[in-house]
Each structure stands twice: as structure tokens, then as C-alpha cells.
């Protein structure tokens, strides 16, 4: 049962980091052609939707909290159980796997889309002392 939920967490993961990558596709493609030279632009468009696929996944799919339903866990003075992978346990790992793939995926963007905003600003106080 363990093995299904991180499979089903993988993939679930995988679903929310490639929709995410389709709909900034078109916004990291105008910033990094403004920064960067377009023979350029692609190759570091393409390294930032592998980005958003690794990072999405590996926020999303927490193997340490799956341990919790592997190993026993105390519940009393010396009483000890395995947590059971019932319907709710499993709404909430799917929710807690979406929340947080876009969790990890939206720090990531933030960092990318403030260094972004940096270099432009360095890009057109550039641009507007060679004028």
C-alpha cells in the first residue's frame, strides 16, 4: 500500500509540476529572451522547466513522511502502532503532495522572476547610459 502512495504521489506530483510548466511556458520564454541572447534563451528555458519538474517532484513527494506508515509509531507510554493508509490519510497526503509541489514550485519561479527583475533593471540602466 505504501509503494501504491508514492506512485500515486509521484504522479500526481509530475501532473501538477508539468501543468505549472505549461502555463509559465510563454513567460519565462519573453523574460529570458529580454535577458539573455536568443541562442541562449532557449537552452536556459528548457533547464528551467527541467527545474520546475525537479523541484515540483521532489517538494511533493515527502518519503520521510511516508516512513510514518512503514515504521511504528508510539502512541502511548509503550504502546506502538503502524498508522493505516485509510480514505482520509489519503485525501491528505494528495493534498498535502498538490500543495506541496506548487509550494516548492512557486519559491523557485519567485527566486528566478526577482534575479530576472534584477538583471533587467542592470540591463536598462545599461541601455539608457549608451544612449
Not at 509503494?3 to 505549472?20: E, G, K
Not at 535577458?35 to 520521510?64: C, H, M, N, T
Not at 506548487?102 to 544612449?131: K, T
Request: hydrophobic share 55%; proline share 2%; no cysteine.
Amino acid at each position: 500500500m505504501v509503494i501504491t502512495l508514492l506512485l500515486v504521489t509521484f504522479l500526481i506530483s509530475f501532473m501538477v509540476a508539468f501543468i505549472t510548466a505549461r502555463v509559465f511556458d510563454q513567460s519565462l520564454e519573453a523574460i529570458l529572451k529580454r535577458l539573455i541572447p536568443e541562442d541562449l534563451s532557449f537552452a536556459w528555458k528548457r533547464y528551467l522547466q527541467f527545474a520546475i519538474y525537479v523541484v515540483g517532484i521532489s517538494s511533493g513527494v515527502r518519503i520521510w513522511d511516508l516512513e510514518k506508515y512503514i515504521t511504528p509509531q508510539l502512541m502511548g507510554e509503550k504502546a506502538q502502532q503502524i498508522i493505516t493508509l485509510n480514505t482520509e490519510r489519503w485525501a491528505l497526503e494528495i493534498y498535502r503532495t498538490i500543495i506541496g509541489t506548487l509550494s516548492g514550485i512557486a519559491w523557485m519561479l519567485l527566486v528566478f522572476f526577482v534575479v530576472a527583475l534584477i538583471g533587467y533593471v542592470i540591463i536598462r540602466i545599461y541601455e539608457s547610459r549608451n544612449r
